[in-house]
């Protein structure tokens, strides 16, 4: 609703104040219709009767208890924005301190005058930000002081136009500095201007469902609208766009080398004069420690190879989804995934859910046939980035809700590291729909590949700037955790610039799974030895039996070479047994969720699909990774943001039209659809808020993301 539709607070009168003030009961009573009640919950009209009669009444002569501040949060929750994590972090405030905390803030109100200064106070509990407190401040002087609701700092501060709101101290002062003035003018109480607030930015709303989000037609001049999530609606799905009929002459986006395309090659390759220079550089003064070390990884090495040779697929730990706060069966299950690096979760999408997405993915492909550049190779990958199908799947609760728990193993050693994981970020990747036969020759050797980088591993400026592999690269390998997050927030994993390399931090690469089949991936289990096995072996050479460090260091650097990814094959890692190293991921469901650590061998048993053998078609997946919220996935995200309102490729994948033209593609109200705020955040199209931190460093992370996205309302320009 924009400002022309409505009277503004600067220019009311007496007259319209008063029928506006008149209007609302009966547009609660509509909403709180419209919006029902559970069993046994009291509805929002009880509510609202309590916050604006009882509790006036009560608290200018009583003190407020933790149950009082419960009931005037759950009425804020149903009268505005419902936010769920705030009535559990209000509830683990301690009985006393509450009570004590409030009559403080309400004494230092009354004797000072000072509503910042109460707010203060007021702000030292769980879960209490500036609106909240200035909520529970409201119901002791409903005179004077005015509610931090959305709906009021619209009107008063905004000109009646919605958009993001911090919910911070400045733009309370700002609110209750207008609310102050129209109240003097008029002669009215803050408590009325707070409910005249709320019928003028509702009915417009309630009677007409108006203001939606733009679409794409609109997106290049409306960018900023669209980015900020404000003014979505629920509403039908939009008409198909028709086809373009221009036929353009387009280079075929390149493949993602990062995943997907090695050099397969046998014999090491001698690189220039620098990696010499590196690679001594890294072992000079260590030439024991390290031999030692080495020693030992191959002996555990060997013994890791046989447990998981003997156990097969069923080494791979699963959890049911419904099972992830059970504290039993999770703590096994992590235990299990921190070990070997690789998990299921199952059923994270309802079964039928799954199987619609996949019907309605290839819907989305057979419509728009022949829209598509050519692919190079790889032709069970789907170039699709932005269909119905990967809007739902990314932004579904169980989805996100999956993300979060596996993304809680993670730990970091610096308590300051900018990283949260209970804030997922969406990174559109493809689909791999498997169709028919694409084998490999019978002959060729045992051959595997890691993503995120191969010589940067060893460079200074790669992942040596985080110190990520350090531990393995001073001989005490066994110290190497592979799980700590705050080694790997400032690497840079691409150093030459590759086309379709990954630049966003991966906690997890994930499948979710649309067909049941047999899983098309392979991986080597062993997150630690592994990785020790393949950066050390470099410094070492079959010509002394593997005993000691090669001297002087040569430039070879076994299975990478800049701007390819990182292979693994029998021939230069023969201690890894490949043959026995590399499991085969168990059968997977629709709605079935692979997820694998980001430095995990693995590779694509496309033998799987042998149509000849009459063995089953594997699984088809989205690839869908989890991914904390840090400032490098920030930064990703404000780029990918403009990709999905254009329709175009996602930064890591290279130009061209993409899905531009195609018919059917979603836009910003899909996706509020599909999974509300919180999905609309995972893709940078809403700011986060702040207040759902639980630390500290949360806050900081949110406020870092809200900035770089949002830099225009966090005064970041």
């Not at 309590?50 to 949060?73: C, H, N, Q, W």
């Not at 766009?241 to 014999?267: C, G, H, V």
């Not at 072996?537 to 990814?565: E, M």
């Not at 999905?644 to 509020?672: A, H, I, K």
């Amino acid at each position: 609703m924009g400002s022309s539709t409505i009277p503004s607070a600067d220019n009311i009168t007496d007259t319209e104040f008063q029928e506006y003030l008149g209007r609302y009961q009966t547009c609660l009573e509509a909403i709180s219709t419209a919006k029902g009640a559970k069993d046994g919950q009291k509805t929002l009209a009880e509510l609202d009767n309590y916050r604006y009669g009882a509790a006036i009444e009560t608290f200018p002569v009583k003190s407020m208890t933790l149950d009082d501040v419960k009931v005037l949060v759950e009425w804020k929750l149903r009268h505005g924005k419902f936010r769920p994590t705030l009535m559990k972090l209000v509830s683990s405030n301690d009985a006393k301190t509450v009570k004590n905390t409030v009559d403080e803030a309400v004494k230092y109100f009354r004797d000072k005058a000072d509503v910042s200064g109460a707010l203060d106070i007021l702000t030292r509990l769980k879960g209490i930000g500036p609106a909240t407190a200035s909520l529970l401040l409201a119901v002791h002087d409903a005179d004077n002081v005015i509610f931090f609701a959305d709906e009021a700092f619209h009107w008063l501060c905004c000109g009646g136009s919605k958009g993001p709101i911090k919910y911070n101290q400045k733009e309370y002062a700002a609110l209750n500095e207008k609310s102050q003035v129209l109240a003097k003018r008029l002669g009215v109480k803050a408590v009325d201007v707070e409910r005249v607030a709320f019928v003028l930015m509702r009915q417009g709303i309630e009677e007409k469902n108006v203001a939606a989000a733009p679409t794409a037609a609109s997106q290049k001049t409306e960018t900023r609208s669209s980015a900020e999530g404000a003014n979505i609606k629920a509403k039908p799905l939009p008409a198909k766009r028709k086809a373009s009929t221009i036929s353009l002459e387009l280079t075929p986006p390149p493949s993602r080398k990062d995943e997907m395309q090695s050099l397969s090659y046998s014999e090491p390759i001698q690189l220039t004069r620098r990696f010499s220079i590196l690679k001594q550089g890294l072992v000079t003064g260590k030439e024991q420690a390290l031999a030692s070390s080495w020693e030992r990884l191959l002996k555990s090495l060997s013994d890791e190879i046989s447990t998981i040779s003997s156990f097969g697929s069923q080494i791979v730990p699963t959890i049911n989804f419904a099972d992830i706060n059970k504290p039993v069966v999770t703590q096994r299950f992590k235990q299990g995934l921190r070990q070997r690096g690789v998990a299921i979760i199952r059923n994270v999408i309802p079964r039928n859910t799954a199987v619609d997405l996949f019907e309605e993915a290839q819907d989305y492909l057979d419509e728009n046939e022949g829209m598509a550049a050519p692919q190079m190779q790889h032709t069970h990958l789907e170039d699709i980035y932005w269909g119905h199908a990967q809007i739902k799947a990314r932004a579904h609760p169980n989805v996100l809700a999956a993300q979060k728990f596996a993304m809680g193993l993670w730990t970091s050693k610096n308590s300051k590291a900018r990283v949260a994981t209970d804030f997922p970020v969406a990174y559109a990747d493809r689909m791999r729909i498997w169709k028919g036969c694409e084998n490999k020759p019978l002959s060729s050797p045992p051959s595997a590949h890691i993503d995120g980088g191969s010589v940067e591993r060893w460079e200074s400026d790669g992942y040596g700037r985080a110190g990520t592999y350090q531990d393995i690269f001073q001989g005490n390998w066994e110290n190497y955790n592979p799980w700590e997050s705050s080694t790997r927030l400032n690497v840079t994993s691409d150093l030459y610039h590759r086309s379709g390399a990954c630049s966003i931090f991966r906690m997890y690469q994930g499948w979710l799974s649309l067909s049941s089949g047999p899983s098309a991936l392979k991986v080597c289990p062993l997150p630690r030895h592994a990785t020790a096995y393949f950066l050390l072996r470099p410094f070492f050479s079959p010509d002394d039996n593997y005993s000691s460090v090669t001297a002087p260091q040569n430039s070879i650097l076994h299975g990478a070479l800049p701007s390819y990814t990182q292979e693994i094959n029998s021939t230069i890692h023969p201690h890894l047994q490949l043959e026995n190293s590399l499991i085969q991921i168990p059968k997977l469901e629709p709605g079935d969720y692979l997820i694998w650590h980001p430095d995990l061998i693995h590779s694509f048993d496309t033998t799987t699909t042998s149509e000849q053998q009459q063995q089953p078609v594997a699984a088809s997946v989205m690839y869908i990774p989890a991914c904390p919220l840090t400032q490098t996935n920030a930064l990703y995200l404000s780029r990918q943001r403009k990709a999905f309102l254009l329709g175009s490729p996602p930064p890591d994948f290279g130009g061209g039209r993409g899905e531009s033209n195609y018919s059917g593609r979603p836009g910003v109200q899909e996706v509020n659809d599909a999974g509300g705020e919180e999905a609309l955040r995972a893709m940078g199209l809403l700011p986060w808020d702040e207040e759902e931190a639980d630390t500290d460093e949360e806050r900081e992370v949110l406020a870092m993301a809200n900035g770089i996205l949002f830099p225009e309302l966090y005064d970041m320009l």
